[in-house]
């Protein structure tokens, strides 16, 4: 059997997928679309993790003056003659990407966008030698390879860098700035946020709105950032977001695309929960997987063909708009959408594709927008003005569910004497008060209902909820099983203690030198609970 293609994990440059021989989701078909637009300015915002600066390496082997034809071979794009023969590696190319500016401070900051500047510079050093340059354009070049430049250098970099290559090649440039608005996400949390608008507005105005020498500029990131915040006055820009139907299905894989890799690795039976796991987020009128987490839970079957699904899309970010959003529910009484959400129903809203970073935490309704644009909701469909949101898959919902736990663990933990008169409850046999305390506790949380997923995990928020009370008591020793009811709350009660006399789960404490052994049943469906008491048998009693 022959060897299979290593999986393009962290290999974000086409030409070293392409050389190497990694497994290659085709989506050149992006370049005939650009090129049969009219647009000469066009931002992608897309979530994380889902192929954006793949796309602008992608562009950047094509159209780059020496471009090699051979890494398309074979390719959607190379079927289209003409397009290729017209605009294959006939322009200079500046490609920069903005997502190492995330410094603490404004000056550090500043630091760090001049060393873009300066090592995209570097790759242009052959413009000292050109005998197209006067003396004047080599000094200004020379200038933009110190990170220290002064600030109108700074400002004028990419459209300086754009006029000197049109005068040394005769060719108009393509302009390529990838995740443009990490250094703003940076900022604000950092506090330098308006000196940041400030550097990145002066920036594009002169790269993108008065730059003779720009023959098509393509800009990626995750928001759409208010045009009065940063793209003043830009006529020639056009904004595609996750709502557009155009180019929908070229960032993040189909679900044919997803089938045709697992059927390659020998995983077709995968299918179901990579689907259950990975799919559900949609981009204009295409359902579409996150291809990160495709890619790197294919790698670890093929390691272990038993591995259950991971979180590897929220491992890689703090997930601070969750957090945020979950608090701001909990506080403001609006608790049933999250359950709605979190049980897999959808809530209409209306969504601001426009913002600025300082709006997005200002209030709820600019907070469902930021969840909306990022990727942790998606759209089922349109109702009038209103978008139907819905948690894409059971990934983006496990998030969900942690934050929903930490705020719970937070408030009980400040709630200690509620905690202790529940301890005391359970300690005493008094069945009576503890159901009476927990069914408060239930009352104040925001519930997870079984519709989303199976049975058993919707279990896990119960046992979460009662190990994280228990779990402030010092000196407890807590353990959990996971068995499912039926919504039932008195059989299912009395369903718990008949477990524990067939498991006889009091025999490990009996083993640790318990004497006196309290045996509970307890059912919980959606804010209500049950506690039953079992009769203590006689060794037991005293």
């Known amino acids: 059997m022959p060897e299979k293609k290593p999986l393009p994990i962290g290999t974000e440059f086409f030409d070293e997928l392409r050389k190497n021989e990694y497994y290659y989701v085709d989506k050149t078909g992006l370049i ?24 602008m390496t992608t562009l950047k082997s094509f159209f780059e003056i020496g471009a090699d034809s051979s890494l398309f071979d074979g390719l959607e794009i190379s079927r289209e003659k003409e397009l290729c023969e017209r605009h294959m590696g006939k322009y200079p190319v500046v490609f920069v990407s903005l997502k190492g500016v ?51 250098a700074m400002t004028d970099s990419f459209r300086t860098i754009c006029r000197l290559l049109e005068k040394h090649y005769g ?114 009128n295409q359902e579409i997987y996150c291809p990160w987490d495709v890619i790197n839970y294919i790698d670890l079957l093929r390691t272990d063909p038993q591995a259950p699904p991971q979180n590897f899309w929220a491992n890689s970010s703090s997930n601070d708009a969750v957090r945020e959003f979950v608090r701001r529910l909990d506080t403001k009484g609006m608790a049933g959408e999250l359950e709605a959400l979190v049980a897999g129903e959808t809530v209409a809203r209306e969504i601001r594709q426009e913002l600025t970073y300082r709006e997005m935490y200002t209030t709820v309704e600019n907070l469902w927008s930021l969840l909306y644009m990022t990727g942790y909701l998606t759209a089922r469909e349109q109702a009038g003005s209103r978008l139907m949101l819905t948690i894409p898959n059971m990934e983006i919902r496990e998030i969900f569910r942690r934050q929903i736990m930490d705020l719970f663990r937070e408030n009980t933990e400040k709630d200690g004497e509620t905690v202790s008169q529940f301890a005391e409850a359970l300690r005493t046999g008094d ?57 039932n709350l008195e059989k299912g009660a009395e369903q718990a203690l008949a477990q524990i006399e067939k ?40």
Not at 176 to 184: A, F, G, H, K, T
Not at 259 to 279: C, F, H, I, K, S
Request: aromatic fraction near 12%.
């Open 431 to 487: 069945a009576v008060r503890a159901e009476e305390l927990l069914d408060g506790f239930l009352r104040r949380t925001v519930s997870i209902r079984d519709t989303f997923v199976k049975r058993e995990l919707q279990e896990n928020f119960y046992h979460g909820i009662l190990l994280g009370i228990l779990g402030f008591k010092g000196g407890w020793y807590v353990t959990s099983n996971y068995e499912t009811g039926d919504g």
């Open 102 to 152: 995330d410094a603490v401070s404004f000056t550090r900051a500043r630091e760090q966008m001049g060393s873009v500047i300066a090592e995209m510079a570097d790759r242009l050093s052959f413009l000292e030698r050109s005998g197209s340059l006067e003396e004047g354009d080599k000094e200004r070049f020379r200038v933009l390879r110190h990170y220290s430049m002064t600030e109108q």
């Open 171 to 284: 060719r108009k440039v393509v302009l390529l700035i990838d995740e443009y608005d990490v250094p703003l996400q940076k900022a604000f949390y950092a506090g330098y946020y308006d000196e940041m608008v400030e550097l990145i507005r002066s920036m594009f105005a002169q790269a993108l709105k008065t730059n003779d020498s720009l023959e098509r500029a393509v800009l990626t990131g995750c928001l759409r950032i208010s045009k009065e915040s940063i793209f003043t006055g830009m006529n020639n820009l056009r904004v595609l977001t996750v709502s557009d139907p155009r180019f929908c299905g070229y960032f993040g894989f189909t679900d044919r695309e997803v089938r045709q890799l697992l059927e390659y690795y020998g995983l077709p039976d995968a299918w179901d929960v990579v689907r259950e796991w990975y799919d559900g987020y949609r981009f204009g």
């Open 32 to 55: 005939v679309e650009l090129l049969r637009s009219p647009s000469k300015v066009t931002l992608f915002t897309r979530p994380r993790r889902f192929g954006k600066t793949l796309a």
């Open 503 to 542: 498991k006889r789960y009091d025999d490990v404490l009996r083993d640790e030198g318990c004497g006196k052994i309290w045996k509970y049943g307890i059912a919980c469906y959606k804010k209500r609970c049950r506690v039953a008491l079992a009769v203590p048998f006689p060794q037991d009693a005293g």
